[in-house]
Structure formats: C-alpha cells, structure tokens
C-alpha cells in the first residue's frame, strides 16, 4: 500500500483521487472512517483493522471534520455528551496516525498541526506577508478599538464552521457575545476574490472565483457556489505574488494549498488565508486544471518506507461493528458532573500566600515552615481551612 487515501468523511476529492489511482494502476489503500474502522496502535506498530502497516510511501489525509454533527440529533444529555467525547476520540486516533506517519518520514499531504487558523495569521504577520490588519481577541473593547482604527472590518469564527461576514452596526451590539469565544477581526480588503493552488512551492493553478453579485463578501454564501454554477476565470500572477505565497507555505509547513487572495482595484494582491486542505474539485473539472494529477505525482514520488512487524494477530479484525447511537465504555457525563458537584464547593475557597509575620507564627505553632493557606469566604465571614 504505497499510497494512502485516508477518507474519513467519504469525501469527493479521495473519492476522485481513488478513481484516477486505480485507471492508472497506482497502488494504494484507501482507509475510512474511525466510527466503522480501527485505527490502533500496538507496542509502536500501526494497525489498521488488524493488519499493519508495513510498506508506505505517502499519504493524502483530506480531512476530518471536529465538530460532531451528531449533537444536534436526539438523545438525553448524557447521551450527547458522551457521543460527543466518544467523537473526540475518534478524531484523536486519525489525528495521531497521521502525527504518527508524518514524524516517521511519510510525505503526509497535509499534517493535520497545519490548520490552526490562530498560528498561521500570527505567524504570517510576523513574516511581513501582505495580509489585512487582524486582531485575534476574546475582549470586546479590544475588538471596538480595532473596528474603530480599521475603518471596515470583517469578523469570522476562529475554528470554522461559519461565514465570514462585514462588522455592521447590528454586529457591534452583538460584540460582547465574544466573552464566550475568541473571534478573527480583520481589515476589509474590497476586490476579487482569486484562489491560487499550490503545491511544493509551485502553482498549479491560480483563478478568479466570478460572484453572481459583487457585493457578496464571503464566496461560499453565493446561491451560485451552493448550486455549482459559480464560474472561475484563469489570472496571472506576477511572479512576486507566488514568492510571497510559497514563502507562507514554508513558514506553516504546507506541502499542498488553495490560496485565498485578493486582488484590490489597484492590482495590489493580499493574502487571506492558507487552506491547508482546500475544496480543488469544483475548479479542476470546470477549469482543466491539473490538480489531482499533480497531487499523484508528489505523491508517488516520495521514497518508500518498510516497515517491519511484529504484530502476531494479522488479519484477525475486520470493519468494526456500530454498537448504536448511546453505547459507552467511559461515562464522561458522570464524570463531569461529579466533578462539577465538587467544584461547586470550592467556588468561595482560595489559596493566599503568608506574609512574614504569619510564617513566624505558625512556625511557633506548628513546628514547621509553612508559605499558604486556604480560606473559605461565605456570608462575609472567613474560613482557614488548611495550613501548608
């Protein structure tokens, strides 16, 4: 299996990588999901449904999604919570896979540490790329101040998982609802939307995506985009606009990127945003651009890696069996809820330090130095409850 597709969420792109590896002849496996497949780890050796590992040469990890899109179905509170812990896991066993492959020397197209939006906006900054003035902040005076000196902002979710969208009057009385999570404020860059695809420091392709109206400000909220009619025009690229984005590839460790530009009316370029797994298939099928090809080609180019083994339940473990919706080893629901009970009672209790004359005393009394103590605030009066 020189080739892996690791296809969590049965994804289009593997699903099209898949086909053209097999007209081609390529050797590959493709490995699904974690809620149907195990991805274990024995004494050092990976093992995926009870078979190792042992010959690679690369690997195209498209994604997997962190949000558990299961929260939103039935199921007592206890049932989600735990669904959605026993989803976290699952998330961690294909995430420490591809750490796993990655740290070994595999070509890993991408290493799942490369999405951080945080990370790459700050880092991108600090390397002097063009970008738009951004502020990261959970503090809505932070966020006024910036909206304020910026004269235009935009705001979009940290994590994902929704749109990017203007800071409007009706927003700003909304702003001190980002105490509960810190969100991305950026400059408004007015111009066209234009996705450059990139790999190993070189372009693939480089498109003007065409809005159905040019006030739209996030693409993907275009009917046109939803519907698959959205259009894309070919556009050159001076030559010091892809030095600047094959320099922030390096800086954030992408081997593979779809680029989001924009090109200002005065012909000026500004990075957006370095999509460490970008949706490419709409564009290279409408376009002819060669992106998956490409990607093949990196892909099989990559030095094989033996790896011997020692596992001696080969072949024993097929597809795992769905045990249903709100079966559970762990109940972290108990869990959490015990130790929400007991952080209650700790809620008036803090730990000071002793001031010098205090030490004194209590080496008097006790015997021994002692540096903080414990007191408990109820009703206006005050505990000591331990002495240490």
Same mark, same amino acid.
């Given at each position: 299996m020189p080739i892996l597709v690791v296809n969590p969420m049965n994804d289009v792109h593997c699903r099209h990588m898949v086909t053209m590896l097999r007209e081609r002849g390529i050797e590959y496996k493709e490995l699904g999901s974690p *809620?149907?497949?195990?991805?274990?780890?024995?004494?050092?050796?990976l093992i995926y449904n009870g078979e190792p590992l042992r010959r690679l040469r690369s690997v195209y990890f498209r994604s997997i999604m962190t949000h558990n899109p299961n929260q939103l179905a039935g199921g007592t509170a206890a049932d989600r919570y735990n669904n959605q812990l026993q989803f976290s896991a699952q998330v961690e066993a294909v995430r420490g896979w591809m750490h796993a492959l990655h740290e070994e020397g595999a070509r890993v197209i991408n290493a799942p540490s490369n999405s951080s939006k945080y990370y790459q906006l700050n880092a991108l900054h600090r390397l002097g790329i063009p970008l738009p003035r951004t502020c990261i902040t959970s503090n809505p005076k932070i966020a006024r101040n910036f909206i304020s000196e910026v004269k235009g902002a935009v705001c979009k979710p940290l994590p994902g998982g929704s749109y990017c969208q203007k800071v409007t009057p009706e927003l700003l009385e909304q702003l001190d609802a980002i105490s509960n999570e810190p969100a991305?404020?950026?400059?408004?860059?007015?111009g066209d939307d234009i996705r450059v695809n990139m790999l190993a420091g070189q372009m693939i392709s480089a498109h003007k995506i065409i809005k159905s109206n040019p006030d739209i400000l996030d693409y993907?909220?275009?009917?046109?985009? /939803?519907?698959?009619?959205?259009?894309?025009?070919?556009?050159? %690229?001076?030559?010091?606009?892809?030095?600047?984005?094959? *320099?922030?590839?390096?800086?954030?460790? %992408?081997?593979?990127?779809?680029?989001? %530009?924009?090109?200002?009316?005065?012909?000026?370029?500004v990075l957006i945003e370095c999509n460490s797994m970008p949706a490419f298939l709409d564009i290279e099928l409408k376009t002819g651009a060669p992106i998956t090809a490409r990607l093949i080609e990196d892909l099989q180019e990559a030095p094989l890696i033996e790896r011997?083994?020692?596992?001696?339940?080969?072949?024993?473990?097929?597809? *795992?069996?769905?045990?249903?919706? /709100?079966?559970? %080893?762990?109940?972290y629901y108990d869990v959490m809820s015990n130790w929400r009970k007991q952080a209650s009672k700790f809620k008036d209790r803090i730990i000071v330090n002793l001031n010098e004359e205090q030490k004194v005393q209590m080496l008097k009394q006790t015997g021994s130095p002692k540096a903080q103590m414990e007191l408990e605030i109820h009703d206006g009066k005050v505990k000591v409850l331990r002495v240490w």
């Open positions: *809620k149907l497949n195990d991805y274990a780890a024995v004494n050092g050796e991305i404020f950026q400059e408004e860059i007015p993907r909220t275009d009917p046109e985009y /939803h519907s698959g009619e959205v259009q894309y025009e070919s556009v050159d %690229l001076p030559e010091g606009v892809v030095s600047f984005c094959a *320099k922030a590839m390096e800086q954030l460790g %992408l081997r593979f990127s779809g680029i989001d %530009l924009r090109r200002t009316p005065d012909g000026e370029f011997p083994s020692s596992y001696s339940a080969a072949g024993t473990y097929a597809r *795992k069996r769905e045990p249903g919706n /709100h079966a559970y %080893l762990f109940d």
